[in-house]
Structures are given as C-alpha cells and as structure tokens.
C-alpha cells in the first residue's frame, strides 16, 4: 500500500518568513495529493491540493509543488502570520484506491512573533 | 463551504457502555464517508470506508464488532464503539466524500468533520 513520509515533524519560523513542509509517497499510482491544516481540538480543514497533471498549484500564500519523478510534493507558506500555526498534514491517494487517502505524520508548524 | 458536522465533539463514558458518535454533510450528499482515529499528536488513522446502504468496509486491524457503522443514509453516517474501554479512548474524526450537492463542494474531496474526544473511564 501506499506509504507517505513527512519533514520536518516540527517547524518554526518568524513572522513574515517562509515555511516548506515535504512530503514523499511511495505507490506511484498515487494522483491526488491535498494538504489539510488542523488546530487544536479541531478536524483537518483542507487548504489546498494538487492532482498529478499540474506541477505547482497556488492560492494566494500557499502553493503546491509536484515532482511525479521523484515522488515527493511540498507545501510552501509565505510571509507566515501567527495563526498559521496549526499541525499540517499532506495525504495521497492512488487512482483507483476508493478514494482512501494515505496521510504522511503531520509537522507542527510555530510561527513566532 | 462544505460543512460536516460531527457529534458529539466530546464525550465521557464509563468502561463497558457504548459510545454512539454521529457524522452528518450539512450541505451536500456524500456516498461515502471516512473514519479515522487520531492519538496525540500522531497522523490520522484510517478506520473503515463507510458506503450509504452498505457494509462498511474496515481496514485492517479494526474490529468491525467493536466499532459499529452505520451509513442509513447520504448525509450521515455513525459510528457506534460498543463496550468501550480505557484504551479505546482517542480522538475520532470522520470525513465525507463530495457527490452531489451545493455547487461549492468538489467531488472526490474529503470535507472533515470537528472531531469527537472521547474518555473511557
């Protein structure tokens, strides 16, 4: 089955800098891959999500890069605020796998004033 | 945005009851919704696949007696953890899949639910 690896565990960063969290996934059947945020006590919200058509993926902040070759994507948070700080985990899943997603272990995230 | 509602968010329980956690799409029809199970700061943990109208489908290791599913209809689904015990004490989250619905909800997308806390005492 698919198996997905997440780094670092933990993050911190200063307000208004840059955050990279990377993932690696191991089945390269794999063609969706979103990232969710979850704050504490909270349910995962997703934030943003790549298919294995596009290479990078942008929504203001955050963007999404894909390299199926090396089957590794990474998030990418720019000028941080404090209420970025949150655990994020990216997730893939397979074509064909019923929609089941393989979640990597999450990185805590703290953006420091 | 899609909203998934789950219930309850925190529930305690004396070892040997039975804990019924609810997971409804607000906004939307999801044939199918997810069960995770999440300890303290680790990933999430997939459960079971639970299709409306049909057995749910439990992954490996998860006992199907011990955590019953439900999925009566498109926008809910339950999870029932029968004769609950210490260590069956985590952080529930279920996820509903998008199919049709209001135009903001993507399909294939998992929409999350708040999460259930639940203490066997």
């Known amino acids: 089955g698919e198996n997905v690896e997440q780094h670092p565990s933990t993050l911190s960063v200063q307000e208004g800098d840059s955050a990279v969290i990377k993932c690696t996934y191991s089945?390269?059947?794999?063609?969706?891959f979103p990232w969710y945020k979850q704050e504490l006590g909270k349910g995962p919200q997703l934030i943003i999500d790549?298919?294995?058509?596009?290479g990078e993926k942008k929504d203001q902040r955050i963007a999404v890069t894909l390299n199926k070759t090396a089957k590794h994507f990474s998030l990418h948070i720019t000028e941080t605020q404090p209420e970025d700080s949150a655990v994020y985990f990216c997730?893939?899943?397979?074509?064909?796998?019923?929609?089941?997603?393989?979640f990597g272990t999450g990185t805590q995230l703290k953006v420091e004033l | 945005g899609a909203v998934v509602s789950q219930h309850p968010s925190w529930v305690i329980c004396k070892s040997g009851t039975s804990v019924k956690i609810e997971c409804r799409s607000l906004?939307?029809?999801?044939?199918?919704m997810f069960w995770y199970r999440q300890f303290p700061k680790q990933s999430l943990m997939l459960m079971a696949t639970s299709n409306e109208g049909s057995k749910a489908t439990y992954e490996q290791g998860v006992e199907k007696d011990k955590f019953l599913i439900n999925h009566a209809s498109l926008t809910l689904s339950t999870l029932t953890v029968t004769s609950a015990h210490p260590e069956d004490s985590s952080f529930y989250i279920c996820?509903?899949?998008?199919?049709?619905?209001?135009?903001?909800?993507?399909?294939?997308?998992?929409?999350f639910g708040a999460g259930t806390r639940l203490s066997v005492l």
């Open positions: 996820s509903a899949r998008g199919a049709t619905g209001a135009v903001f909800v993507a399909k294939n997308i998992q929409y």
């Open positions: 089945d390269s059947a794999s063609n969706y």
């Open positions: 997730a893939a899943r397979p074509e064909g796998g019923g929609n089941k997603l393989t």
């Open positions: 790549i298919r294995s058509n596009v």
């Open positions: 906004d939307f029809q999801a044939t199918t």
